[in-house]
C-alpha cells in the first residue's frame, strides 16, 4: 500500500498554507482549554490522507495507522478522530471558499468532496499551460 505518512505530510503542508489565519500557532482551531497534542489540522489532512487513498473503513485506517506509532507519536483514537472532524467541519467549509482562487493559480484541477462531517480535495488532473 502506498506510504500514508508521506501523503498525510503532504496534506498537512497543503493544510497549514490554507489556513494561517484561521487557526493557532499549532494549527488547532481557537478554543478554551488546553490545546490537543494531535492538532485541528492533523485531523484534517488525516482525513484528506484517507480520502486520497480510498481508505473506506476507519477500522482498517486506524489499524494501518498503528504502523506509524512512531512518526505520529501524537496519534488520537477513532472516536476522538470521529468528534474533532465534527468540529473541523466549520473549517472545512472556510477550504471550500479559499481553494477555488489558490487553484486556480496552481494549475492545477481539484474535485471538493465533503461528506456531512468533514470534506476532502482530491487531484484530478494537471492542466497545460
Known sequence: MRNLYANF????DICKEFS????????NLPRRGVDPRFS????????????KL?????SFLFSYLQDYKAEMPNLISRRQYNDRSKFTANLCEKYEN????RLME????FALIQSRYRCAVLPVQSVAN
Do not use: M
Request: glycine share 6%; aromatic share 2%; no cysteine.
Open 9 to 12: 505530510g503532504k496534506f498537512l
Open 20 to 27: 494561517k489565519n484561521l487557526v493557532t500557532e499549532r494549527g
Open 40 to 51: 485541528d489540522l492533523e485531523v484534517i489532512a488525516l482525513s484528506l490522507t484517507d480520502e
Open 54 to 58: 480510498s481508505i473506506d473503513s476507519e
Open 98 to 101: 479559499a481553494l477555488p482562487k
Open 106 to 109: 496552481t494549475n492545477i484541477i
